[in-house]
């Protein structure tokens, strides 16, 4: 039998059991006899329990928990501690090569002030700002400055699931901004993450929210790979409306793949040597109407144009409607068409799903189908048919049972089912008049 | 040379807490003073003109959330936990979202339907979407199959 400790699964250039013995320390302060003061205890956990038969006739049967929780009022209204994380354990064969697996999503303390919307955070930590989308073992401080300016930073090792071993040891950046209240954001950030002396990743960016226009808005950024030495991506949005009922979105984007996927570690996504290749280019058009029929009903059609320097053109549009009233239930039906250049970009797509409410139990159905053009491993169609029952045993408990029907190219039928229990608990304990 | 570099940082730190101390704004509220209970209610320009009524929930702001992620996450988390935004954006993955949240139809979550065979597609068509989520972090289940 494989096992896994706690933290083996990511990697990060800090041990695992450092992040253990913070954890330890931090539950260890809370259960002081010198944390006399009041705390708030907030979270969900979510148990799910599965059955599925693999392609290699192995039956799974995995338990997956997942919690997450805030502390606040740690010592101070502006101390705060967040969790989130998950563990698996296979009760009958192993699944994905692990019998049990976990992961710490995020586990850090923060300190949120009531001015100049200053942030410290400390410890395992998502970080989005401009070009970062990180998690890091680390810490990041984020405060406004004066006359709109604002300024964030952080520095830390960064964590990743699997390494091929070429990821960095330490990473750090930061974002500069300015904002003119209702009207404009702009950012500049940098991000670096070095690899014992050399620079593994240097990324530069720009990102903007103006608002020129009453009902115009236009959001977007670019990315530039200093390693590379070429623009990694532009992308924005203009969004127009409403008009009375209706609102349109238009979208742009340009990638170069050479910058784009030059600090991947997936292999998959490597250039060299890759399935993907380095001179491509691709740029995508989108347009989006939508139009709100009544407070209910939404209907809504998109189109998107892929061009790419050198696998052709993609165009993929189509239409949706939705439905939806508050504690009662709602439906969704949307229908799409790729046009791609080879066999495999060329499809249709169809999904028809419902949910109702009966009290404290409900109902959801939902059918996905794509019909290909063309036979892929002896088939031309992959869909999936989910089954969903919930019941709210009580405001704070609540279970739910989904089975999945699917057949793909594949699989020639594939039944997976889930009994999922969620549990959310809000308490507070501690403090001058006592535990509650 | 190392002490004016020391000396230089010293100065910009100095510089940096003098603005901190000449700003005056108000910190974003740490929870949204009215609870939202569903996606519907989630129209923030029903009670606000200015560039909070920019985060409508609308059925395209899955489209538009990462400009505001990447400028704003404080807003974000004035109504939703770290773990909303793990859901999808996990560093390692046990159960897709769409997989987690069945009773859940209506959210746009990614991965729904045979995607197992879908993402060979997805991939072709765009695969700097794999890239932001898979590129070098959540990819144990794509090193399966793709070494």
């Known amino acids: 039998m494989k096992t896994n400790s706690l933290l083996s699964g990511t990697k990060s250039s800090s041990p695992p059991i450092r992040m253990a013995a913070f954890l330890i320390a931090f539950i260890l302060l809370l259960s002081s006899p010198l944390a006399s003061w009041a705390l708030t205890l907030t979270g969900e956990s979510n148990t799910f329990l599965g059955a599925r038969q693999l392609t290699d006739k192995s039956n799974i049967v995995p338990v997956y928990e997942y919690l997450d929780f805030a502390v606040d009022k740690i010592g101070d209204n502006r101390v705060s501690f967040h969790f989130g994380g998950w563990g698996k354990g296979d009760l009958r064969d192993e699944s994905y090569g692990k019998r049990y697996d976990a992961d710490i999503e995020y586990a850090y303390l923060s300190f949120k002030n009531d001015r100049n919307n200053a942030i410290v955070n400390l410890g395992r930590l998502l970080v989005f700002e401009g070009v970062a989308t990180e998690r890091i073992d680390g810490i990041y401080a984020k405060t406004d400055l004066k006359r709109g300016f604002g300024l964030s930073g952080y520095v830390g090792s960064p964590v990743e699931s699997v390494s091929t071993g070429d990821s960095g040891d330490i990473i750090y950046g930061g974002r500069a901004s300015f904002q003119v209240p209702a009207s404009l954001v702009v950012g500049a950030s940098y991000l670096m993450e070095t690899k014992g002396s050399s620079d593994f990743r240097k990324e530069a960016g720009f990102d903007v929210w103006l608002n020129p226009l009453k009902k115009a808005v236009i959001t977007g950024k670019s990315s530039y790979n200093a390693v590379t030495d070429g623009w990694m991506e532009h992308a924005y949005l203009l969004t127009l409306g409403p008009f009375g009922n209706l609102r349109l979105n238009s979208d742009a984007s340009w990638i170069n793949y050479k910058d784009y996927f030059a600090s991947a570690t997936t292999d998959v996504f490597k250039l060299t040597p890759g399935i993907l290749d380095p001179s491509e280019k691709v740029r995508t058009l989108g347009e989006e109407v939508a139009y709100t029929i009544n407070e209910n009903l939404v209907a809504s059609a998109d189109y998107k144009n892929y061009s790419y320097s050198l696998a052709g053109a993609a165009d993929y549009y189509g239409a949706n409607l939705t439905y939806s009233v508050p504690e009662k239930g709602g439906a969704g039906l949307s229908v799409h068409r790729m046009n791609g250049g080879t066999d495999k970009l060329r499809y249709d797509e169809f999904r028809v799903y419902g949910f109702k409410k009966f009290g404290k139990a409900d109902l959801t159905l939902d059918f996905h189908d794509v019909d290909y053009d063309s036979v892929i491993s002896g088939i031309k169609s992959a869909y999936v048919a989910s089954l969903a029952a919930g019941y709210n045993v009580t405001q704070k408990f609540r279970m739910v049972a989904n089975m999945d029907y699917s057949r793909n190219p594949i699989y020639d039928r594939d039944i997976r089912t889930f009994l999922r229990l969620v549990y959310r608990f809000d308490t507070t304990f501690g403090g001058a008049k006592g535990a509650k | ?147």
Not at chain 2, 1 to 24: E, R, T, W
Not at chain 2, 29 to 39: F, M, N, Q, R, S
Not at chain 2, 81 to 97: M, Q
Request: with cysteine; hydrophobic share 35%; charged share 25%.
């Open chain 2, 1 to 147: 040379m190392k002490n004016i570099k020391i000396m230089v940082l010293l100065v910009l730190f100095a510089l940096l807490l003098g603005l901190y101390a000449c700003a005056d704004t108000n910190s974003i509220a740490k929870v949204h003073p009215v609870e939202i209970k569903e996606l519907r209610e989630a129209v923030c320009s029903t009670c606000h003109e200015n560039e909070w009524a920019a985060l409508d929930h609308l059925n395209d702001f899955v489209k538009r959330h990462k400009f505001f992620a990447a400028q704003k996450k404080q807003a974000c988390n004035v109504c939703h936990t770290e773990s909303f935004c793990t859901d999808c954006h996990a560093a390692k993955s046990g159960l897709s979202p769409s997989d987690k949240y069945k009773d859940s139809p209506e959210r746009p979550y990614p991965h729904r339907g045979a995607y197992l065979t879908q993402h060979m597609i997805d991939g072709r068509v765009n695969p700097a979407l794999c890239m932001k989520c898979h590129g070098r972090h959540n990819n144990e289940r794509c090193i399966t199959c793709h070494r």
